[in-house]
């Protein structure tokens, strides 16, 4: 609302009846009832643009963006798959691009990958003159998230379990969400206009050899048990390019920050890296500096490589439309 | 030409009659011969484009740039201040804006800058919500620069001279060389669509409290000795949002290297941290990814900042041309 957008309608299976206002803690009415009559309340809106937030994958969200479309409105979603699902989920792309085209609108995913994971890396390599290797290292605290992404991140189990379970070819409890860094890679792979190969998944426990407090586990992780997991995405390109990308979501210990830290190595060799990256607030105001350009860009599903720089915008958004 | 680019002429003052394959040590004849005929290998040329690289001023470039804009070439330079010249040389940079629009052309100023001190940085602003300042430090190693660098920056006199010289307003060396990183800020300035208010420039002797060895100086510099500068821009702008920015050129010790860094602050703040950013090779690798994006642009003056996101070209230039 600071960036001048009016927040016209909203929809959950949550808060139902309630006002937006009350909810999101603004202090005051927007009187917005919250519905959780999405066709109703898309029959109506006179929005241009919907914010979808719910999932990772393209297929839990799929059915909410397709009616926003045909709605004709613009989407924005956080989804991490929708930065880039040509590859991970190629029919349900090409139908989200179909639908977009149809109803002249834009479909786009956004969020702290835009800048962080994909087009400073790319913009980077802009002083490349050739690159052999592009190489992240992406770390976040489990301790500052809720309980079940401790979960999700099997923290506090035994190393050998979870050990048997990788040999065995088993799904951990992340199953998919871990999605995000292939996402990001696939992202600047489309951006510098290579082709994927193949794409190879590790992952592995992460294990300390002393104890560790958990706030999230209110409690103590003993040593040799696990305090998070290494995720690491590879992915070879027919032009001999490596990409890989390695995510680290830990218990920390007292000391450690969060860091995003990248090599694009060939000539010349170059490293850039943030300290305290804003994982949180990031997002949302990537989302919303990202409006404009949704807005902007031509219909069908448009993925962040392709869409303009991403700046702040200063001003209110309006100013910002073409 | 590792990039496809086929080189037709080459203009100097140095070297005339000589085959540019020699003078570039490219291990075989380019069968291009110097000339220092500007008038006559410009009347004649089959080039896209000219890549100047002269000097830092526009007023130095100035006849050397019109010139071609007049042949009806595309001209891209190392000029640092033709990274943004509107406000340090305005009528200049109207008179190329003007001659370039009118031959149909484009003119553009890049280099190290484009990336790691405008177009980086502005791009994670992008998950600003609120900017109060940008800050940056780029530091570099006057024992890695030709001797003539070392006495720009007053390296190895007598800092009680240097401070008087600057309390006098007395010119240093390095006059008006050191225009680098106030075009960053106004590329960044330009580039956010912020208006400039007050621009202040303060220069501050570097000394050490013991000796230190100079290779530049073939000898050692004496404790309290300038071993180099602090250059710092600062600029206010019509929105309330500081840019400030410290250039450090001076003798390392062992163990420093290069770093280029900034901080967005404001909510929430961000950091980004180069080590060793590529200053020579960089340079040459970013101009050359720039040449499908100055051959592309709209014809006149046209700055980084408005230029789209560089990123390496991989294949050959002719592949990125509209």
Not at 260 to 287: A, C, F, M, Y
Request: hydrophobic letters at 40%; a negative charge.
């Amino acid at each position: 609302m600071e960036k001048g957008v009016i927040i016209t309608d909203a929809i959950d299976v949550k808060n139902v009846g309630e006002d937006l206002g009350d909810v999101i803690g603004a202090g005051r009415k927007l009187n917005v009832i919250i519905s959780d009559d999405a066709d109703s309340v898309l029959a109506e809106t006179g929005a241009d643009i919907a914010l979808v937030a719910i999932a990772t994958s393209l297929d839990t969200i799929f059915p909410h963006v397709k009616k926003c479309l045909e709605a004709g409105l613009n989407v924005i979603t956080t989804s991490e798959e929708a930065s880039y699902a040509w590859t991970s989920s190629p029919g349900l792309a090409a139908k989200l691009d179909r639908i977009a085209k149809e109803n002249g609108v834009t479909f786009t995913g956004s969020g702290m990958q835009d800048v962080f994971w994909a087009n400073m890396v790319t913009n980077l390599t802009g002083a490349s003159h050739r690159i052999d290797s592009i190489e992240g290292q992406v770390s976040i605290n489990i301790d500052k998230f809720p309980a079940f992404v401790a979960d999700y991140y099997v923290v506090g189990r035994k190393a050998a379990d979870i050990r048997e379970m990788i040999e065995n070819g088993e799904k951990l409890p992340i199953g998919d969400e871990v999605v995000c860094l292939r996402m990001d890679l696939e992202n600047q792979i489309s951006d510098l206009g290579l082709t994927t190969k193949s794409i190879k998944e590790m992952v592995e426990p992460i294990i300390l050899d002393h104890d560790i407090k958990s706030k999230v586990l209110k409690g103590t992780i003993p040593a040799g048990d696990v305090i998070g997991l290494d995720n690491t995405i590879e992915i070879e390109t027919e032009e001999g390019i490596l990409f890989r990308a390695m995510q680290t979501a830990k218990v920390y210990q007292p000391d450690e920050i969060d860091i995003n830290e990248w090599w694009i190595k060939g000539e010349p060799n170059i490293h850039v890296r943030n300290d305290n990256p804003p994982t949180l607030l990031g997002t949302s105001s990537q989302i919303v500096n990202r409006i404009p350009d949704v807005i902007n860009a031509e219909p069908g599903y448009v993925t962040i490589d392709q869409l303009p720089k991403l700046t702040c915008k200063i001003r209110s958004l309006e100013h910002y439309l073409k």
